[in-house]
């Protein structure tokens, strides 16, 4: 059991260019998020799904794009990057059990955006 | 909107002492309430979490936190401090009515510092 995977750990990219941050789970977990994390921000959510076919926008979804065809995987796509996208970026998948949702996050992925 | 509330974006502490990293919460009815903690490099880790029931929650590592509905609190606590503690730390709230989307509202972190 992996739990939360994602790759890669770190990328640069340059103003303009595109790229898929990958995120897996091997829990069967219907709910899953994307975030990220700026310094003295905490974690601002993305996108998120309820389940494979289903996704909606966080706080901060400009500029990303998300699918979810299976219940394990959720791409993050920035189809545009920009410098303002420069930040850690985490995967959570989320168990919902007595009406109360516990999630457990990736390793995350390092961006630079230059 | 519901907001959480981190007061302190940094504590220091020396080893052995008492550990106290506060957190707020906006809403009029109590939200299910967490803590997370992350080491530098690496993602977050759930140190504890309040859905219902007793309000003095234990977590692991010996942190522990109270949650208050007076005074709309749940401050993470820990009598003696470690080297091994040095980290970050996220109060994160979801609303009971959101319980089946995974959305969690985060603070903006404290970051704890034990000196020697």
């Known amino acids: 059991n992996a739990g939360v995977t994602q790759t890669p750990k770190f990328q640069v990219l340059k103003t303009g260019q595109s790229m898929t941050l990958q995120c897996a789970q091997d829990m069967n977990h219907e709910y899953m998020s994307w975030y990220r994390q700026d310094p003295g921000m905490g974690l601002r959510l993305i996108h998120y799904s309820v389940g494979a076919g289903i996704t909606d926008q966080g706080e901060v979804p400009n500029g990303y794009n998300v699918s979810r065809s299976t219940t394990e995987d959720f791409p993050l796509r920035l189809l545009s990057a920009a410098p303002s996208q420069t930040s850690v970026y985490f995967c959570?998948?989320?168990?919902?059990?007595?009406?109360?949702?516990?999630?457990?996050f990736g390793p995350g992925t390092r961006l630079t955006v230059l | 909107a519901q907001s959480v509330t981190q007061l302190g974006s940094h504590v220091s502490v020396s080893e052995g002492a008492l550990v106290l990293l506060r957190c707020n919460y906006s809403s009029s009815v109590p939200p299910y309430l967490f803590w997370y903690v992350q080491y530098p490099n690496q993602g977050l880790q759930l140190l504890l979490k309040?859905?219902?029931?007793?309000?003095l929650v234990k977590g692991i590592n010996g942190f522990e936190a109270e949650f208050k509905k007076s005074e709309t609190s749940f401050h993470l606590t820990k009598p003696s401090a470690h080297m091994s503690d040095a980290a970050e730390y996220f109060c994160?709230?979801?609303?009971?009515?959101?319980?089946?989307?995974?959305?969690?509202?985060f603070g903006q972190g404290t970051t704890l510092q034990v000196k020697p």
């Open positions: 959570a998948s989320t168990v919902t059990s007595g009406g109360y949702n516990e999630q457990f």
């Open positions: 309040y859905t219902t029931g007793a309000t």
């Open positions: 994160a709230v979801s609303d009971r009515d959101s319980s089946n989307t995974g959305k969690l509202i």
